[in-house]
């Protein structure tokens, strides 16, 4: 694309010039994806708003860019919601871009104890003080610097989760409208997650607004009026929770070595995001403890980042440790190969402590408790095997210690699987305690855990009703014409800076 967004050798943009090789942020292609296939699924009211609000948002950025700024392309919640979320923006005719820091390791030492900090968690106790401050803003500078070189004037920027905020100064202070969205944050403040916040605290004061999943996540010194409640959503075409036709549910997780006892011959289809159709290879690999699932059987599944707060430990002594669970049933823990989510420093050691309890199991239980870590270098594929995985699971767990909103539990539930999940964070606003899944009042109560894992092995009638309750949740509240409009509404009320010198302020 030619002007001053061009990422071109020697760009300049309003706010400087940049060379080639000064650029450090990677830009993430996102496929226009068309609107029109939320059509027919969201009714013609609900589509009658969406088209009011895309001509609304049109006109209000008027040539603007929107531009997206995370950690990481891959692995974990945000890079799962900017993938579908910006194609559709971009499919309605709106220019928005996603870039990705470009940090070194020891920025992300300090962003993951702010992450833990903020979700209340003492993480790994190490300090957030003067130092760390100096290796976050350090490790942030060359790419505000290519940032700014990329923005057009009038562009408006959404920075995403801890790791951005510290590029908050120096984008208002070039007049550039900034938003902050966190997408975590925990029930009752703590000493930890005050640490957090009296760390970020600096950089969010002069952000236009800040978007947060729930109202309990707001960062304590931000006023009401500058902060804005917005949940997360699916998108339910994307080759995570598409439909998948008959058979090939069983055929992708054999041909993705999860699964054995399945004619595997056959090749599956997917549909990638960037609209072509991908074919799942053969992997063998991926099951990295107990080995593939004998078919058919049925197991109780959680998909997570290998995350301490995720505690997929927790889920394998709940599991094994409870009488209610048929000893027929399995379970499978999955998570991302631990090389591929950039950001997480925690991921690799987490999957150590989750193999080290799998091999202290007797081996009647080893047989049934099962770890994957899957690969992660085509996403499509990765997505679509989660996709397979939550399809054919009985009973779908995430029994995270603290959440921020938990999309794995809108794709289960999307899905019509029965749930159990802890009582935490944005999992609350998502299931209906008894209506659209069970909830755990205690994350740390194994046995309760256990129990529901039993109940709902068990009791078929109300594993498909809470299925059904779940798919009809997410149907009426997590859905991306709602975010969508959300935003509209956003960036309707915001000021935006003038688009180009001459032109008039909104
Ligand atoms: N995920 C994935 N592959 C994996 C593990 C997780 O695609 O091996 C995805 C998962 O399906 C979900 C996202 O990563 O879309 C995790 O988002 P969530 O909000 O549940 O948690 P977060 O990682 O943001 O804390």
Redesign the pocket.
């Known amino acids: 694309m030619a002007g001053p967004h061009a990422d071109s050798p020697g760009t300049r943009g309003a706010f400087g010039t940049l060379n080639r090789h000064c650029r450090t942020m990677r830009t993430v292609d996102v496929a226009p994806t068309s609107l029109d296939r939320l059509d027919h699924l969201i009714g013609p009211e609900r589509w009658a708003g969406v088209q009011r609000g895309v001509q609304a948002a049109q006109a209000r950025l008027d040539g603007r860019v929107f531009w997206h700024v995370n950690a990481t392309a891959t ?4 890079a ?1 919601m900017l993938q579908t979320l910006l194609a559709y923006v971009r499919g309605a005719g709106i220019d928005t871009r996603w870039l990705v820091l470009d940090c070194p390791e020891p920025f992300f030492a300090v962003t993951k104890r702010l992450h833990n900090a903020l979700h209340g968690s003492p993480g790994d106790g190490g300090a957030l003080g003067a130092k760390e401050r100096s290796v976050y803003e350090a490790g942030l500078v060359p790419n505000a610097e290519d940032l700014l070189s990329r923005l057009g004037q009038g562009d408006v920027v959404q920075l995403h989760d801890p790791q951005t905020a510290g590029l908050i100064p120096h984008l208002t202070g070039r007049g550039v409208s900034v938003l902050w969205r966190s ?1 975590i944050g925990c029930d009752t403040t703590n000493e930890h997650s005050a640490r957090g916040w009296a760390f970020l605290e600096p950089y969010l004061r002069e952000v236009e607004a800040v978007v947060v999943s729930r109202p309990s996540y707001a960062p304590p010194s931000v006023p009401k009026e500058r902060l804005v409640v917005i949940a997360p959503s699916i998108d339910p075409f994307a080759a ?1 929770n598409a439909a998948i036709p008959n058979g090939d549910v069983q055929r992708t997780l054999a041909r993705a070595g999860l699964v054995v006892g399945v004619d595997d011959m056959l090749e599956v289809r997917f549909p990638r995001r960037d609209g072509t159709i991908g074919s799942v290879r053969r992997h063998t690999g991926a099951m990295v403890a107990g080995g593939p699932v004998p078919a058919h059987t049925p197991y109780v599944l959680q ?3 290998w ?1 301490r707060l995720k505690d997929m430990a927790g889920v394998l002594r709940a599991f094994v440790g409870h009488p209610d669970v048929p000893v027929a049933a399995h379970l499978v823990l ?3 190969a631990v090389e591929g989510v950039s950001d997480d420093p925690e991921g690799a050691e987490v999957l150590q402590e989750c193999l080290q309890l799998w091999e202290e199991l007797d081996p009647v239980d080893r047989a049934r408790v099962h770890l994957a870590a ?1 690969p992660m270098d085509d996403v499509d594929e ?2 679509h095997i ?1 996709n397979a995985l939550q399809r054919q699971a009985a009973v779908v767990v995430q029994k995270s210690l603290q ?7 809108t ?1 289960a539930m999307w899905k019509s699987r029965p749930m159990i999940a802890s009582a935490v964070g944005g999992i609350q606003d998502q299931i209906e305690d008894g209506v659209s899944g069970l909830l755990l009042a205690d994350p740390c109560d194994l046995a309760g855990a256990g129990q529901l894992m039993g109940r709902l092995l068990t009791d078929d009638a109300l594993a498909a009703r809470l299925g059904a309750g779940a798919r009809e949740r997410v149907y009426q509240k997590f859905l991306p014409d709602r975010h969508l409009l959300q935003y509209e509404q956003l960036l309707a009320e915001m000021p935006l800076a003038l688009r180009h010198p001459g032109g008039t302020t909104a």
């Open positions: 692995g974990g919640g945000v799962e997408h995570k998909v997570s980042r995350d999955v998570g991302p899957l990765n997505a989660v959440e921020g909103f938990g999309l794995t539990v794709e």
